[in-house]
């Protein structure tokens, strides 16, 4: 398990994901489009991969299981949940379904983003 976490930890080095916690987030999530992973490291396996490939936006992850109150405060029922941000509020969320797997892909996400960028 903790292999698993530290992979999702040094993929999202690599890609330029930032790690949210409660002392970062508002100040991450407050400019432009911002896509927040909700993830727990005991379903890493199920982490939505094409999220480090989208492009007009900062993307970003959330470990529920270090920062409860993130979960509680963004009213995360189940893992991954994506939601979408622009200048600190929210506009669009995806959950995934109680598989705890979420079905997506690059081309569904990077849509989100381009309708409000007005990217097409």
């Known amino acids: 398990m903790k292999t698993k976490m530290l992979l999702v930890l040094l ?4 890609f330029g994901v930032t790690e ?3 002392k970062n987030f508002e100040e991450e999530i407050k ?7 909700y993830w727990a490291h ?6 939505v991969k094409p999220i480090t490939e989208l492009t007009n936006a900062k993307v ?3 470990n529920i299981c270090d920062n409860i109150d993130l979960q509680i ?5 189940v893992v991954p949940t994506i939601i979408f941000f622009e200048n600190g509020k929210e506009y ?5 379904d109680f598989t705890f797997e979420l079905k997506t892909t690059k081309e569904e996400l990077q849509t989100i983003i381009n309708e409000k960028s007005g990217d097409k």
Do not use: F, Q
């Not at 993929?11 to 690599?14: F, R, V």
């Open 60 to 62: 970003c992850r959330v």
């Open 92 to 96: 669009k969320r995806l959950e995934a």
């Open 73 to 77: 405060r963004d009213y995360i029922l």
């Open 11 to 14: 993929s999202s080095l690599l």
């Open 31 to 37: 400019e432009g489009i911002v896509v927040v992973e």
């Open 42 to 47: 005991w379903n890493s396996e199920y982490i």
């Open 20 to 22: 949210l916690t409660t």
